[in-house]
Nanobody, 127 residues
Framework: QVQVVESGGGLVQAGGSLRLVCTVS????????MGWFRQAPGKEREGVSC????????HYADSVRGRFTISRDNANNMLYLQMNSLKPEDTATYYC????????????????????WGKGTLVTITS
C-alpha cells in the first residue's frame, strides 16, 4: 500500500521559513518524479515545485522561484520543500504527489499526478 505523508507545516510570521517534508512508502521512489502543490482557501490547487526522479531537474512556479527550494533523498524516500521569505499569500494547504517518471523531468501540471497524493499539511503565514 502506497503512503504519502506530508509534515512540517505550521504558523509562521511573514519573512520566516519552514521546511516541509514528504515521506513516501510502498513504491519505488526513484521511479517517480515528485511535486509540491498547494491550495489556498477559495482557490484552485496550483503547482508549486517539482523535481525529476534523479533530482537533477527542478521547476518552480513564478510566485515562489528564488524563495523555495525542492530537494529529494532517494535513499530514504523523502521529499523536501525549503520555504524562505514566506509571505501571507503563501498560506495554503501543501500537498506532495508522485508521478511516474518518463525520463523527461517533471511537471507542475497535476494531470500527471493522477494516483499518489498526500493529505496535505497546513501552512499559515501571518503579516
Amino acid at each position: 500500500q502506497v503512503q504519502v505523508v506530508e509534515s512540517g507545516g505550521g504558523l509562521v510570521q511573514a519573512g520566516g521559513s519552514l521546511r516541509l517534508v514528504c515521506t513516501v512508502s510502498g513504491l519505488t521512489f526513484d521511479d517517480y518524479a515528485m511535486g509540491w502543490f498547494r491550495q489556498a482557501p477559495g482557490k484552485e490547487r496550483e503547482g508549486v515545485s517539482c523535481i525529476s526522479w534523479s533530482g537533477g531537474l527542478t521547476h518552480y512556479a513564478d510566485s515562489v522561484r528564488g524563495r523555495f527550494t525542492i530537494s529529494r533523498d532517494n535513499a530514504n524516500n523523502m521529499l523536501y520543500l525549503q520555504m524562505n521569505s514566506l509571505k501571507p499569500e503563501d498560506t495554503a494547504t501543501y500537498y506532495c504527489a508522485a508521478a511516474p517518471s518518463n525520463g523527461l523531468g517533471c511537471s507542475l501540471d497535476e494531470i500527471y499526478y493522477d494516483e499518489y497524493w498526500g493529505k496535505g499539511t497546513l501552512v499559515t503565514i501571518t503579516s
